[in-house]
């Protein structure tokens, strides 16, 4: 086995259970997981991350398996009470879920980076692998629809990726910096980096338009190696599927693995999907359901790196 850094570049909800596969597999110094922060927000006067609250969910086990989403034992006084004034309720917020993203507009607000924020929350929430965001600096995702432009928490919870996306825009991220700790891993020794499987256009391609990151991982000198988000020419959650439709493209995991071009070094598919992909491919379960699972996929991906390095 290859020893070193695994950079893991992750959304949310599916991107999450390969990065809990990975921190099962991978001791604490071995993984450093970057999430997208292009859906980031403010909403009634918080900062929400939601990738970022995903992942540390998950890797707490404090997830709502059952929901996708959000926290396990969640209640909700405080959306009703919301409701019954006029407020805007269309973003759910549990009220254990609340009490993160007021800590973390506090501290915010008080001059700490969300780096900074994110790394004491998920020490205390008893997480030891590192999730880091992409940027300490705002960058916000957007939809363009046949309506006009759309923020991408409209457009993707409020009116529940409906309009159909023409295009993509990621608002202030020409002039984002790359989170400096991940700079500094891809300047060291790296193992592998592992692009999970998430939304490749509004959960990777946030990550990789950071100024000089996606170079950084070109010029690592590590394998990357990519796990496809499509299982049997379905998306397995999210509007992966349709907005690729919408896009113009053919809904497999060939289309993916051409959308992230040259900085594949491998690609990782389940068994009926590696028709037409180019390049070296490993063939693997990648839908996960259970711990085990994740595990194996982790334990998969890691070994097909190996191979590539």
Known sequence: MNRGLVVALSGGVGGAKL?????????PDE?????????DFEHLGLDISPDIDTLTYVLAGLDNIEQGWGRRDETWSFMATIAS????DWFRLGDRDLALHVERTRRRH???TLTQVTADITRR?????????MSDDRVRTRVLSDGGWL???DYFVRQQCRPVVRKLAFDGVATARPQPELMTALADRVRAVVICPSNPFISIEPILAVPGLRAAIEGCGAPVVAVSPIVDGKAVKGPTAKMMQELGLA????SVAERYGDLLDGYVVDRDDA???RGKVHVAPTLMTTPADKEALARAVLAFADQLS
Do not use: C, K, M, Y
């Open 275 to 277: 028709r037409g992909v």
């Open 19 to 27: 990065a809990l596969g990975l921190s099962r597999v991978l001791p």
């Open 31 to 39: 993984l450093l997981i970057v999430a997208n922060t292009g859906d």
């Open 85 to 88: 004034v006029g407020g805007a």
């Open 251 to 254: 809904v497999t995991s060939a």
């Open 151 to 153: 923020d991408f928490q």
């Open 125 to 133: 929430l008893g997480i030891e692998h590192r999730i880091r965001p």
């Open 110 to 112: 008080a001059g700490e």
